[in-house]
């Protein structure tokens, strides 16, 4: 994978760097593994306004992703790599030995032909599924479930993988790519390998139509809206002081979200950087 610089013949390609499709090879999705997507435009099911700065964009659909890969026992061929519009890694698209279609989330290195299983006694190589008691220490993975059965949940972006460093009992100690440190459930199953698509950091959209494509609306600031409207807004002249809010009034920056009582806070050993 890699990106390319464009050439600034046009204002719109002066910063745009964007990513080539060699590692692609199969253009037209499974025809079995895909349904349609309806576009939202950020509107909940009573058609109110929920999501602002949302809209438009490419028709899409969606790939059957297999996040649970419970075929244990069951060798698959990686039949080709695609495309999904619905995330930033590349995908590739399973044949199991009893005919069986999936797709997976790509790792880094997987090429077309390549034999891929899960289970517990399959070894621990780029692709394989294993729960995380079987994956040695130090091992780079992704896809990792949060509840054994549950299907994967932490790691699955571009380029992303976390890193089993240690076991304490019944639980694997994994370092996620925030920077957090938690316990979860050896029998949880994991993915071995990082996840492809890596440059994906890289790309630069160049201009807003880029934007409007992927269903991204203009987003206009709290402190230019009146008061009613935003806690950051009116003044005379160009006035932007203040502590930065959301729309509800909350702090905007260093404000912790999260649930002081959440029952999950326990496994977190170390909490992310900021």
């Not at 080539?20 to 058609?47: A, C, H, M, W, Y």
């Not at 039949?79 to 698209?93: Q, T, V």
């Not at 009034?249 to 009582?261: I, S």
Request: glycine share 12%; hydrophobic share 30%; proline share 6%.
């Amino acid at each position: 994978m890699a990106v390319r610089k464009l050439k600034p013949t046009t204002p719109g390609q002066r910063h745009k760097v964007i990513g080539v499709f060699d590692d692609i090879t199969k253009r037209t999705p499974e025809k079995s593994l895909t349904v349609g997507k309806r576009s939202t435009g950020g509107r909940n099911n009573e058609g109110h306004l929920t999501a602002r700065y949302r809209g438009g964009g490419h028709r899409r659909k969606l790939r059957l992703i297999d996040f649970k890969r419970n075929k244990d026992g069951v060798p698959a061929v990686v039949k080709a790599i695609e495309y999904d519009p619905n995330r930033s890694a590349r995908i590739a698209l399973l044949y199991y030995a009893d005919g069986y279609k999936a797709y997976i989330i790509a790792p880094n290195g997987l090429e077309v032909g390549a034999t891929i299983e899960s289970g517990e006694n399959v070894a621990p190589e780029v692709g394989n599924a294993l729960p995380l008691n079987k994956i040695p220490v130090g091992t780079l993975i992704h896809n990792i479930e949060l509840r054994p059965g549950q299907g994967a949940a932490m790691a699955r972006a571009a380029g992303t993988f976390a890193q089993l460093t240690s076991r304490e009992g019944n639980y694997a100690i994994i370092k996620l790519p925030s920077g957090e440190t938690r316990k979860v459930l050896a029998t949880c199953k994991a993915t071995v390998g990082v996840v492809g698509n890596s440059d994906h950091a890289l790309e630069q959209s160049g201009k807003a139509g880029r934007s409007r494509w992927l269903g991204r609306r203009p987003h206009n600031r709290g402190v230019v809206m009146n008061p009613v409207d935003h806690p950051m807004g009116g003044g005379e002249g160009r006035q932007s002081g203040g502590h930065p809010r959301n729309r509800n009034g909350l702090y905007a920056k260093g404000l912790k979200t999260r649930a002081p009582k959440k029952q999950s806070s326990k496994y977190i050993i170390e909490r992310r950087k900021k």
